[in-house]
């Protein structure tokens, strides 16, 4: 089964400056989601990104989709201490059993204050 | 809306004891899915119900692993009987749609000794 694969596995960053992790996946996809996940909580949804889709932004987030080489990124702009969290890309499929959402192991980022 | 409700929060139980985990999604989700998240191996799907219909459970480990919804606001996922590599946190997670963002419960910490 495909499955995206987070780059890297963990960042530390100072406060202000700029985050970036990568995504990379093996096969055809339908969507592209990004999920932030705070020690001891569940999910929750940052962004999707569609097939056609080059790239989108939600606020101080920027996500780019590079199909033909199967990969994504997660910008995050002006970090903030609150941002500290496990960062997941998840990848859906384009053919049967395109229902499943397959996680990465995901990006541990530290922004320091 | 409370967003999707899990419980118990924690689990502590023995080996061989039956667990039984509740999960309420959010109203007017069509799709309910089970995961486990553990350090080795991250998130895995376990079942996908779609309209309370067990869609594909392929992903649950053993018989000893259960799951029903008995109607579109509730869901169980029973284990029994319960091994310590079951130690893991177990998430529910709802969507409107196929293929659409999930929300996901906080999760309960299940330990077996």
């Known amino acids: 089964s495909q499955q995206g694969e987070e780059d890297p596995q963990a960042l530390s960053i100072q406060e202000g400056e700029n985050a970036t992790m990568n995504c990379s996946y093996k096969?055809?996809?339908?969507?592209l989601q990004w999920y932030r996940q705070n020690s001891g909580r569940g999910l929750v949804h940052l962004i999707l990104?569609?097939?056609?889709?080059r790239e989108k932004h939600s606020g101080r987030l920027r996500v780019t989709l590079d199909t033909s080489k199967k990969s994504s990124s997660l910008l995050i702009t002006a970090s903030r201490a609150a941002d500290t969290a496990s960062y997941f890309c998840?990848?859906?499929?384009?053919?049967?059993?395109?229902?499943?959402?397959?996680f990465g192991k995901g990006t541990k980022l530290s922004v320091i204050p | 809306d409370a967003g999707v409700i899990q419980s118990p929060r924690h689990e502590v139980t023995e080996m061989g004891q039956e667990v039984t985990l509740r999960c309420k999604p959010i109203?007017?989700?069509?799709?309910l899915f089970w995961y486990r998240q553990t350090m080795m191996r991250g998130l895995e799907l376990l079942i996908y119900?779609?309209?309370?219909?067990?869609?594909?459970d392929s992903g649950m480990p053993e018989d000893r692993f259960s799951a029903k919804m008995p109607n579109a606001s509730f869901s169980t996922l029973k284990i029994q009987p319960s091994e310590p590599r079951d130690s893991a946190v177990y998430f529910c997670?709802?969507?409107?749609?196929?293929?659409?963002?999930?929300?996901f419960g906080s999760g309960t910490q299940l330990s077996v000794l």
């Open positions: 990104i569609r097939s056609n889709e």
């Open positions: 119900f779609n309209n309370n219909v067990p869609i594909d």
């Open positions: 997670a709802s969507s409107f749609r196929i293929n659409e963002k999930l929300f």
């Open positions: 109203s007017g989700h069509n799709s």
């Open positions: 096969t055809s996809i339908n969507n």
């Open positions: 998840a990848t859906d499929g384009s053919g049967a059993g395109s229902y499943q959402l397959t």
